[in-house]
Nanobody, 116 residues
Framework: QVQLVESGGGLVQPGGSLRLSCTAS????????VGWYRQAPGKERELVAT???????NYADSVKGRFTISRDNAKNTVYLQMNSLNPEDTAVYYC??????????WGRGTQVTVSS
């Protein structure tokens, strides 16, 4: 069973940047479309960005132009570069497959807090 481990979160000031990583325990991303999801306190989990097997990307309107998703198959890792962060981006960020995330792949996520 593959495991997905998210990392790279932290506390950052508004306007700052972070790069999140999602690493798989084995070759996984080369055969799956992957998404970054996030869940803010008191809110439902939402899709943030996706990257297909072919490398096509898509973004939620709220992050378009600020976030960039990318994938390094050789490292079994998917990244989420987040720029111009604002307090509304505060959430726990997860990676999983898209369009059908599997409950087997939900990890602990990585906490992103944007605050001055």
């Amino acid at each position: 069973q593959v495991q997905l481990v998210e990392s790279g979160g932290g506390l950052v000031q508004p306007g700052g940047s972070l790069r999140l990583s999602c690493t798989a325990s084995r070759s996984f991303f080369s055969i799956n479309t992957v998404g970054w999801y996030r869940q803010a306190p008191g809110k439902e989990r939402e899709l943030v960005a996706t990257v297909t097997i072919g490398g096509s990307t898509n973004y939620a309107d709220s992050v378009k132009g600020r976030f960039t998703i990318s994938r390094d198959n050789a490292k079994n890792t998917v990244y989420l570069q987040m720029n111009s962060l604002n307090p509304e981006d505060t959430a726990v960020y997860y990676c999983n497959t898209f369009p059908k995330p599997s409950r087997d792949y939900w990890g602990r996520g990585t906490q992103v807090t944007v605050s001055s």
